[in-house]
């Protein structure tokens, strides 16, 4: 292949009007290499925080099954990919250097010859996303942990998962998986992680609350080591301490480990219990139930039940009903469907709970509804309906 000289670059330049002094010195000639293809790569547009976790020899790691949409994750977040077409042609050329990377030697303008190993004209572009973990807990409800195999029973081995597991199959970041396998109060067993099944876990709590009340503990102080030991006869060492750390907070004081209970989560967890059989509770009833199984000492409160139980005030008599904010859609417009299938108006606060989880960093409960909902008034109260009719 013939190469340019200087002088046919010069007379390039006169013939397009270009002025020599206003270019670097540096002039790259640029010639289509051997094995030209744009099959072979695949460009990514980085911002500078996810390259410089690069260039610490950190990884990137895409994740997500077959049928599931592509998402990209560094340690700590998730991204999307999606491709972004250019109507400037991409060119990879190994080695080239920009010009303020260039040391030019010479005095005076020279030519360089560069090849062109493949070129693009779209490229992946890296969105902030949240990561998607309600399958997460599906999956690991597959097999819930039930407590230890009684004596002479095998253990269902079956849809276990170790952590490596997990990341294979859930889009998310190990760091954010970490944190919801905590939210969603799981457990590592035998190098697997297992929820527990929800009433084995009460049974747990039940035995704590229960010793708590006949050692007349507060239950912002209870010793941990003489927890573990009144209670080792019943259940294994570890899931009580498992649950301590699910309804509790851990502190030291004079080298020993304590726990505070903490109220909002075990008023929540009895409420969970008394609601998960029944489709609808007559509310007053509930609340007299709720206050009497809870604790003594601890005061229920509706607040407690945000993403977790829906009140009907329209219905005669009032009545509550179970509704988890993690059982609803993840994508936004199929949540808000969702939503107004359930109830066709929605005042802001019992809305928002069961939204507030799809907000961006930047993003506010009140931006979704503007986006998803229409806002009316309904005897002077600002209430949220669909923007368009709800197959029901």
């Not at 417009?333 to 930047?362: A, M, V």
Request: charged share 30%.
């Amino acid at each position: 292949m013939e190469t340019r000289t200087l002088e046919e670059v010069q007379a390039t330049l006169q013939i397009a009007k270009l002025k020599e002094e206003d270019l670097q010195t540096t002039i790259h000639c640029l010639s289509y290499g051997d094995n030209v293809s744009s099959a072979d790569y695949c460009l990514m547009e980085l911002d500078d925080t996810l390259c410089k976790h690069i260039e610490a020899g950190q990884s990137l790691v895409i994740r997500g099954d077959k049928e599931e949409r592509t998402v990209l994750c560094s340690g700590d977040k998730t991204y999307d990919l999606k491709i972004a077409d250019t109507s400037n042609l991409l060119l990879f050329v190994p080695g080239c250097k920009t010009p303020d990377q260039l040391t030019d030697s010479q005095n005076g303008p020279h030519v360089v010859h560069t090849q062109i190993w493949g070129f693009s004209n779209s490229y992946w572009e890296l969105r902030k996303t949240r990561p998607k973990l309600k399958k997460l807990k599906q999956i690991l409800m597959e097999n819930p942990y039930e407590g230890p195999a009684i004596r002479g029973q095998e253990e269902n081995t079956e849809n276990r998962y170790t952590m490596q597991d997990l990341l294979d199959r859930i889009q998310a970041s190990e760091e954010e998986l970490m944190s919801h396998l905590e939210t969603i109060h799981a457990c590592q067993i035998d190098g697997y992680w297992r929820m527990l099944e929800f009433d084995y876990e009460m049974r747990l709590l039940g035995h704590v609350t229960q010793l708590v009340d006949c050692e007349s503990w507060s239950f912002d102080k209870i010793p941990l080591q003489t927890c573990l030991e009144e209670l080792a006869p019943l259940e294994p060492k570890e899931m009580i301490e498992h649950c301590l750390n699910c309804y509790g907070n851990r502190f030291t004081e004079n080298d020993k480990v304590f726990y505070a209970l903490h109220e909002d989560k075990v008023c929540r967890g009895v409420a969970l219990m008394l609601l998960q059989n029944a489709v609808k509770f007559n509310l007053k009833d509930f609340q007299e139930v709720w206050q009497q199984s809870v604790p003594e000492g601890m005061s229920t409160r509706l607040d407690q039940l945000k993403s977790v139980a829906l009140v009907d005030r329209t219905s005669r008599p009032e009545s509550i009903s179970l509704l988890r904010v993690e059982e609803l859609p993840e994508e936004p417009l199929e949540r808000f469907n969702q939503l107004f299938t359930i109830r066709e108006k929605w005042t802001e606060d019992d809305i928002t709970p069961y939204i507030q989880d799809l907000c961006g960093e930047k993003q506010t409960s009140g931006a979704l509804l503007t986006k998803y909902a229409r806002s009316s008034l309904l005897n002077g109260v600002k209430v949220f309906n669909s923007r368009r009719p709800v197959a029901t």
